[in-house]
């Protein structure tokens, strides 16, 4: 906790500091890359710092984290922290590396303020980045710990046993260990990062949900390809170079550059009954998810709900028909914005998902993978239908601007 000192000085500042906090990450993100060009290099995403995604989730976690301090809601601080501690493993951060963030992160303060950063100020916000930084650590350090791993020591090299089309412009790959022995276990819902060298010499690294059960000794992630697009302002955002890379240079035999799994989007193992929730590429948690549901026989309520542009655009199409025949208590409703010649049926619909007709029984406990304005419409769905907030679950990949957004 905040001293009591702290605590009134960041009540009387907050504001000032919210109103310039963008200011403020995006000149720290420039001084930060400016004196360690690595780190921009080797493990950022670049086309999340091109669009601005990364310093809005940034200034959006400090903000939320700092106001948290003040009229304190320990879940919802354990919601923030747990997906940047994961995403922090996922990429093997490291402690000394929160005081290179630290350095900067203030310096920009310091030169957004000015002369209003007083050293009472900035011994107050010192104190709310080190708790929220000392926090972060301590999750980080329990988080390899748990995975079997020193600190920041996630990386391994996994051989690709298989690749497979899943649609038109979706592949999967099923990676190996070099030695023939088992991969780590992890839970249904997580993920692993995966690093590539591109050709202009940088190390990008990109996660990807574990799409087959935990029971394998084998992993299997899912790559669509994404092209780059255009700003307005005419630049070119190169949005899916990792995923591109993978889908046009990676083959049968290939070596690869990953991590341990993490992720806290984890299905519980509980008898509540389960809504799936995906769109698009987001049906790979749910695929791991499902498989693990199949191999264990599970009984309980599974409602799948899946939208997509069309059926051939749909990855897993076959599979995830094959999971849900599978399961005894199961149920699949699926929307496809072009149905083609098909004609809509029980559970197939053309247009935009709806949960408008869904039945969704007491206690549900509802998970979700989409793109983001997807995912915000579905929770607001579900919600309406008396779906408790603390039951939805989700992934998003990229900036998470949903966690510290206002509750």
Not at 12 to 36: C, S, W
Not at 151 to 160: A, E, M
Not at 251 to 272: H, K, M, S, W
Not at 330 to 338: I, P
Request: proline share 6%; aromatic share 8%; glycine share 6%.
């Amino acid at each position: 906790m905040l001293s009591p000192a702290s605590t009134e000085m960041i009540r009387a500042t907050l504001p000032a500091v919210g109103a310039a906090i963008d200011d403020i990450t995006a000149l720290f993100y420039r001084k930060m890359f400016a004196a360690h060009p690595e780190l921009e290099r080797d493990v950022f995403n670049r086309g999340n710092q091109k669009q601005g995604g990364q310093q809005k989730a940034l200034a959006g976690a400090i903000a939320a984290f700092a106001a948290l301090q003040l009229e304190p809601d320990q879940a919802r601080i354990d919601l923030i922290l747990s997906r940047i501690a994961n995403k922090h493993a996922s990429l093997g951060i490291e402690p000394a590396q929160y005081a290179i963030v630290h350095t900067y992160l203030f310096e920009a303060i310091a030169e957004v303020l000015g002369e209003a950063v007083t050293p009472e100020v900035a011994a107050a916000w010192d104190e709310v980045y080190w708790l929220m930084a000392e926090t972060l650590i301590s999750m980080e350090a329990g988080l390899y710990r748990a995975a079997g791993v020193e600190v920041g020591d996630v990386w391994r090299q996994v051989r690709v046993r298989e690749r497979r089309h899943e649609s038109a412009d979706t592949v999967s790959f099923v990676l190996t260990s070099m030695d023939g022995t088992p991969l780590p276990s992890f839970s249904p819902g997580q993920y692993l990062s995966v690093a590539v060298q591109l050709s202009d010499g940088a190390r990008q690294i990109r996660q990807y949900s574990l799409s087959s059960a935990p029971s394998s000794d084998d992993w299997r992630i899912t790559v669509k390809r994404v092209g780059s697009h255009t700003l307005p302002d005419g630049s070119t955002i190169p949005a899916g170079e990792v995923s591109d890379f993978l889908y046009r240079n990676v083959f049968e035999e290939d070596i690869v550059n990953v991590t341990t799994p993490f992720g806290d989007l984890v299905l519980q193992d509980d008898d509540a009954p389960l809504l799936l929730i995906s769109a698009g590429i987001g049906c790979t948690p749910m695929m791991g998810m499902l498989s693990h549901l199949a191999e264990t026989a599970d009984s309980r309520p599974v409602s799948v709900l899946h939208a997509d542009r069309s059926p051939s655009n749909h990855a897993h199409r076959a599979e995830l028909t094959e999971l849900v025949d599978r399961l005894p208590s199961a149920v699949m409703h699926r929307w496809y914005e072009d149905l083609g010649a098909r004609q809509p049926e029980a559970g197939l619909r053309e247009g935009r998902a709806d949960l408008g007709e869904i039945a969704i029984a007491a206690g549900t406990r509802a998970y979700l993978c989409g793109p983001l304005p997807f995912m915000l419409g579905m929770r607001e769905a579900l919600l309406d239908k008396d779906v408790a907030a603390d039951d939805i679950h989700y992934e998003v990949f990229g900036p998470d601007s949903w966690a510290v957004a206002p509750a």
